[in-house]
């Protein structure tokens, strides 16, 4: 059973830092590009960032350019988000993603494409 656990969440200050987590069981996480989505309340989820299953290639949403980072751990088994210079803006529910690729340096800025999800971690950053 494929199981994706997102961990790290929180409330911070704006201009704070925090590193997302999330775990993979039930599936060799090297064979998979990953994502980071998110979801305010009363909006549609949004693409936050994505890695390739190489980890070679990442890709943002303009919006945290320059202050989230994604990497991997694929001998963990885990997906890192490293957000900094958080704003009250950022505050949503985060959400892992996993789905197989054909290349290597392949990943999806879109939802649809993703089969597994993790049931998200709160971020809340207060002004």
């Known amino acids: 059973q494929v199981q994706l656990v997102e961990s790290g969440g929180g409330l911070v200050q704006a201009g704070g830092s925090l590193r997302l987590s999330c775990a993979a069981s039930?599936?060799?996480?090297?064979?998979?590009?990953m994502s980071w989505f998110r979801q305010a309340p009363g909006k549609q989820r949004e693409f936050v960032g994505a890695?390739?299953?190489?980890?070679?290639?990442?890709g943002y949403a303009d919006s945290v350019k320059g202050r989230f980072t994604i990497n991997r751990d694929n001998a963990k088994n885990t997906v890192y988000l490293q957000m900094n210079s958080l704003k009250p803006e950022d505050t949503a529910v985060y959400y892992c993603?996993?789905?197989?690729?054909?290349?290597?340096?392949?990943?999806?800025?879109?939802?649809?494409?993703?089969?597994?999800w993790g049931p998200g971690t709160q971020v809340s950053v207060s002004s």
């Open positions: 993603a996993a789905t197989l690729t054909l290349s290597s340096g392949q990943y999806y800025s879109t939802p649809s494409p993703y089969k597994y």
């Open positions: 890695i390739s299953r190489s980890g070679g290639s990442t």
């Open positions: 039930g599936l060799m996480l090297l064979k998979y590009a």
